[in-house]
């Protein structure tokens, strides 16, 4: 069974501080996708990134950056220079190839983690 | 840009009651899903949808629950006769192929009084 563990319930920083969210996996699929969706005060889910099990290359977008460690089952999420508009909640995700067919996907999330960017 | 648009943005019903969540996926994409999430809790997976049939669904979504694609762009989560526990956010989420991202909705608030 998959399963995504987020360690970090709550974090909280001063803006302009770098941080670093967590996320470990467990997948018995060679094939698996990862995912970090940002669900802000307002409760909607926003994709940020998705990265399949075969591309470990890290990848920067502005400000965030993700680090996928296949070796030690972990895709973490770094914003730096932190702003109050990154306060959310971040998740995890992991998702299995399963059938053939391709046709049966599901993400399992992880708990989250509460990000807070004080002024 | 495209998004997907859930109706309504909060609903509360009495236990009992029968619900249907509407979403409407973003136009081209091919597969849907249901998730939901209870306050404060992670996001839980409950129903994907391919070629107008469940392709898979979780423990959660028992008899209770149903999906249909009534028309070319609707899709809808019934819950039959709603519990206290149904309490939640409901997502709706679509993707265009398996496993490229889903984008989700902004969720539905069900509130079962």
Redesign the interface.
Known sequence: AQKVTQAQTEISVVEKEDVTLDCVYETRDTTY?L?W?KQPP??????LI?R?SFDEQNEISGRYSWNFQKSTSSFNFTITASQVVDSAVY?C?L?E???SG???????????TLLTVNP | EPEVTQTPSHQVTQMGQEVILRCVPISNHL?F?W?RQILG?????LV?F??NEI??K?EIFDDQFSVERPDGSNFTLKIRSTKLEDSA?Y?C?S?E???????????T?LTVV
């Open positions: 996708y995912f969706y307002s409760g909607e889910l926003v994709f998705r399949n998740f995700a998702s190839w399963v059938g391709g046709s049966n996907y599901k993400l399992t999330f992880g708990k989250g | 597969y899903y998730y809790q992670k996001v839980e997976f994907s391919y070629n392709s898979e979780s956010m997502f989420a993707s192929w398996q496993n490229t991202e889903a984008f989700f909705g902004q969720g608030r």
